[in-house]
């Protein structure tokens, strides 16, 4: 343990850190545009600059706090009259060239170039030199758009694919104001899987993702706390929707209800500040049409017609079996392991497998299984056997199957099936009762990934009329009240 001083005020730093990381742990803050807590050190912004007092007070130095080790006694000041004209210089150098063209571009309200200048310049540029002109739309890839001329050349999104990612995708090249962030190789940055996380640690707004392009100002969304269920790691996500006061009233009105953006919700535990792009895409997940109509044999009924029926099946079976949901929340698995657990044999089933050309499995984040709670589920049930018949006993007579990706053509022939599905998809209409159950973003739970971490999703979205949670169905399926 190292004691020494920032604002004058004695802290405790571990020996090996730096100043920023120091000042960081005891709640100071030093602006940063290179430095990231995940990646290496490279110190060219300047931006972080502090001043260090010299012996007696006086004759001291300015310095760049995010490469500079903590010693013993040294007094560190981190918001001097030095320290602040330094950091006006470095924001006329790094705006000399920046177009400052705010009002179009998506990173304005999450900007630190806006925040930074206003907090230490506040000034217009001094510079009486045509700006350089450099590419304003460069397609990186398929997911994201480089605007070379905002581009302040932290080289963040260069070691994040170095570092991070791996796929060694970005770099830059020439020299000077004619600096450029390219691709190496073709295709290595298509087909990084992480690659939208430079979109987020780029500190202004160059690097853009198209799914979000001029979309919406982030100050008309509102982040809702959530878990990626993508895969068994569970990464815990931002989902990014139409605040409530801020509605659209006179376009369609779908557009207040949609997924507008996903970006990673910080965990330590589980994710880091990392995402892989399958999590940026849940829209494509949640916002498949969705099954609104309890049915009959494809037979639209009322709700409660169905779940009478679905209790009237379920209590004269005589060897019912439940194929469990993989993507059932906690809450939903312990009301159906307490209402129903003990009157049927279950199974946990795969709702989801791996999509052609998804990458399975690799060594940051993504897991080969692609359910978010299986953990949960196998606690309290047994797997589906890899022959799905074999979980179907002589003389089985209805199956309960809860959520997607089951076959019914894997069904005992003549078998009753009740099924429990969020989707429109062909095998609703084949069920005896189908009944239609909400989606991850319309209720509150939790999933325990494949580490036994527990994380909590919120609702973003009312449930669609004529749609009822498992959880409170379960109950009612066994004899309980009305959903
Ligand atoms: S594109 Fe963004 S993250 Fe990459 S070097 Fe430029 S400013 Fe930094
Ligand atoms: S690694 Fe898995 S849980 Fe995390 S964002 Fe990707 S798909 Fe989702
Ligand atoms: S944050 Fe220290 S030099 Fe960029």
């Known amino acids: 343990m190292i004691e020494f001083f920032i604002d004058g005020q004695l802290v405790k730093a571990e020996d090996d850190q730096t100043v920023m990381q120091a000042a960081r742990a005891n709640g100071f803050f030093i602006p940063y545009f290179c430095w990231h807590p995940q990646l290496s050190v490279p110190g060219n912004c300047r931006i972080c600059v502090v001043e260090v007092e010299g012996e007696g007070g006086g004759g001291g130095w300015v310095d760049i706090a995010c490469n500079m080790p903590v010693t013993r006694g040294m007094r560190v000041l981190t918001d001097s009259e030095k320290v602040r004209a330094r950091r006006k210089d470095t924001l006329q150098f790094i705006t000399l060239n920046h177009p400052v063209d705010c009002g179009i571009c998506d990173k304005a309200g999450e900007c630190t170039l806006q925040d930074y200048h206003y907090a230490y310049n506040g000034a217009p540029s001094v510079s009486r030199d045509a700006k350089v002109r450099a590419t304003k739309f460069y397609p990186l890839s398929e997911r994201i758009v480089l605007d070379n001329e905002r581009c302040i050349l932290c080289s963040r999104c260069v070691r994040f694919t170095h570092e991070i990612s791996k796929s060694h995708a970005l770099g830059i090249q020439n020299r000077g104001d004619h600096s450029l962030v390219r691709p190496v190789e073709t295709g290595l940055f298509e087909n990084d899987p992480y690659s939208d996380n430079v979109v987020d640690i780029c500190p202004v707004g160059a690097l853009l993702s198209r799914q979000f392009l001029h979309k919406a100002r982030v100050w008309y969304l509102q982040p809702t706390p959530s878990v ?4 068994e790691r569970g990464c815990t996500v931002n989902i990014w929707h139409r605040r409530n006061e801020w509605k659209l009233k006179a376009l369609d009105a779908r557009q207040n209800a949609r997924i507008d953006r996903v970006t990673p919700l910080e965990n330590p535990a589980v994710n880091g500040p990392w995402i892989c792009n399958k999590g940026r895409d849940l ?7 969705r099954a609104a109509q309890a049915m009959l044999k494809g037979r639209p009924v009322e709700l ?3 779940v009478d029926s679905a209790r009237a099946l379920i209590g004269a079976a005589r060897q019912p079996v439940a194929l469990v949901s993989s993507w059932g929340s906690n809450e939903e698995l312990a009301a159906f392991d307490a209402a129903l657990g003990r009157r049927f044999t279950c199974h946990v089933k795969s709702d989801w497998l791996p999509a052609p050309g998804e990458r399975i499995e690799d060594d940051v984040l993504i897991r080969p299984d692609k359910n978010p709670n299986r953990a949960a589920a196998c606690a309290r049930f047994h797997a589906l056997p890899a022959d799905p018949r074999a979980a179907f006993p002589p003389g089985c007579d209805l199956v309960l199957v809860w959520g997607e990706g089951f076959s019914f053509a894997q069904l005992p022939p003549g078998v009753k099936i009740v099924y429990l599905n969020a989707y429109l998809q062909p095998e609703n209409g084949h069920a005896d009762v189908f009944l239609p159950i909400s989606v991850q973003t319309e209720r509150n739970g939790h999933y325990t990934n494949f580490q036994g971490v527990v994380s909590a999703f919120q609702a973003c979205f ?16 066994a004899g309980g009240s009305t959903p």
């Open 228 to 231: 990626c269920p993508g895969c």
């Open 304 to 306: 409660q017609v169905a």
């Open 283 to 289: 829209a494509q997940i949640f916002e498949r049409a």
């Open 462 to 477: 009312a449930k669609q009329a004529g749609v009822v949670d498992a959880e409170t169905l379960f109950p009612a399926l």
